[in-house]
């Protein structure tokens, strides 16, 4: 089995060389064959020039050089497009993660297609980083209905035909258990060591979990709307359209017989609402009309084949 280990790197020049070190002790130890995938996510600093010789010398290494910092998400996916092995481990370049919990996580695919690394013990600042995560955990465990402790665990394992063809951008890789378990993957979440970043800086702020908010927004809509979206907008179109021509209605009635109406603020509200539930309505087909482009065109799948036995 080849176990392709994916690793983002962005301005981590203090960390590149022991992290490479402790990769290659740990999975020349593991028994499996194993490539290194290290990708350089625009660093300004020193942490190309220390990855070359690396790659020059040692086979088993490979680079991909963003030309700008394109952000984590487009590293892993990167990573999943690039990566030859059977199964995808990524791991934070920053140490924090440990690499010696990789033959634990790679132990497991086969029994399950996804290993999340759980930072029981996370060594990060308790205000800006934990206390936001909690709640993020929590909202995205009900939201997405996949229950994980620790969604933003840089320590994952995959089976490679689980992430090969997953659509990332912005902080979508956060979710990536729980669309995957959407396709019917089977999911299991394992302590991991976590320590706290010794050399070099964190790159993301309390302003990433507004992200992750606004992201969990669109998951859920592509979750539960994506193939549906008059379902979505239908409804509440319907009800509007509906209201606002009864209460037209109304006002009809009483101005033929004989009230004046031009004054009343009712009046405004069931305009209002007409205009509202025809636009809505629109919407929807506007979305369907979308949506059928989107799978008639690229032939998107109704539906996802298993390509291998549950076995290793
Ligand atoms: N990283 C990256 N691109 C970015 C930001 C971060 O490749 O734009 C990498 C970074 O080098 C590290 C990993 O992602 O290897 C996790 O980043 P960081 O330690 O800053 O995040 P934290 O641990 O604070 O959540
Ligand atoms: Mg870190």
């Given at each position: 089995?080849?176990?392709?280990?994916?690793?983002?790197?962005?301005?981590?020049?203090?960390?590149?060389?022991?992290?490479?070190?402790?990769?290659?002790?740990?999975?020349?130890?593991?028994?499996?064959?194993?490539?290194?995938?290290?990708i350089?996510?625009?660093?300004?600093?020193?942490?190309?020039?220390?990855?070359?010789?690396?790659?020059?010398?040692?086979?088993?290494?490979?680079?991909?050089?963003?030309?700008?910092?394109?952000?984590?998400?487009?590293?892993?996916?990167?990573?999943?497009?690039h990566?030859?092995?059977?199964?995808?481990?990524?791991?934070?370049?920053?140490?924090?993660?440990?690499?010696?919990?990789?033959?634990?996580?790679?132990s497991?695919?086969?029994?399950y297609?996804?290993?999340?690394?759980?930072?029981?013990?996370?060594?990060?600042?308790?205000?800006?980083?934990r206390f936001?995560?909690?709640?993020?955990?929590?909202?995205?465990?009900?939201v997405?209905?996949?229950?994980?402790?620790?969604?933003?665990?840089?320590?994952?394992?995959?089976?490679?035909?689980v992430?090969?063809?997953m659509?990332m951008?912005?902080e979508?890789?956060?979710?990536i258990?729980?669309?995957?378990?959407?396709y019917g993957?089977?999911?299991?979440?394992?302590?991991?060591?976590?320590?706290?970043?010794?050399?070099?800086?964190?790159?993301?702020?309390?302003?990433?979990?507004?992200?992750?908010?606004?992201?969990?927004?669109?998951?859920?809509f592509?979750?539960?709307?994506?193939?549906?979206?008059?379902?979505?907008?239908?409804?509440?179109?319907?009800?509007?359209?509906?209201?606002?021509?009864?209460?037209n209605?109304?006002?009809?009635?009483?101005w033929?017989?004989?009230?004046?109406i031009?004054?009343?603020?009712?009046?405004?509200?069931?305009?209002?609402?007409?205009?509202?539930?025809?636009?809505?309505?629109?919407?929807g087909?506007?979305?369907?009309?979308?949506?059928?482009?989107?799978?008639?065109?690229?032939?998107?799948?109704?539906?996802?084949?298993?390509?291998?036995?549950?076995?290793?």
């Open positions: 089995m080849l176990v392709s280990v994916v690793v983002p790197l962005h301005n981590e020049e203090e960390n590149v060389e022991e992290l490479y070190n402790a990769l290659k002790s740990v999975m020349d130890e593991d028994g499996n064959d194993y490539e290194l995938l290290f350089d996510d625009g660093s300004t600093d020193k942490t190309l020039d220390i990855l070359e010789p690396f790659e020059k010398k040692d086979p088993k290494v490979r680079l991909l050089r963003f030309r700008r910092n394109f952000g984590k998400a487009a590293a892993w996916a990167a990573g999943f497009d990566a030859k092995g059977d199964v995808i481990v990524t791991i934070d370049g920053d140490l924090q993660n440990d690499p010696k919990d990789i033959p634990k996580l790679v497991l695919i086969g029994e297609d996804v290993v999340n690394g759980w930072r029981k013990k996370r060594k990060d600042p308790f205000v800006i980083r936001p995560s909690i709640i993020a955990n929590w909202l995205i465990s009900r997405t209905g996949v229950q994980l402790r620790d969604y933003g665990s840089g320590l994952k394992a995959y089976k490679a035909e992430v090969k063809n659509n951008y912005g979508m890789h956060r979710f258990p729980a669309v995957a378990s959407w993957v089977k999911i299991i979440e394992v302590e991991t060591l976590h320590h706290p970043r010794r050399r070099g800086q964190s790159k993301y702020g309390i302003s990433r979990t507004l992200m992750v908010i606004l992201d969990l927004i669109t998951v859920k592509l979750q539960s709307f994506s193939t549906k979206p008059m379902q979505a907008f239908g409804p509440i179109g319907l009800a509007c359209g509906i209201i606002g021509f009864a209460i209605l109304y006002l009809a009635f009483l033929f017989s004989g009230v004046p031009g004054h009343r603020p009712l009046l405004l509200l069931g305009v209002l609402l007409i205009i509202i539930g025809i636009q809505l309505i629109c919407m087909l506007l979305g369907e009309m979308l949506v059928s482009s989107y799978h008639e065109g690229q032939k998107k799948p109704l539906y996802v084949l298993k390509t291998s036995s549950n076995s290793k």
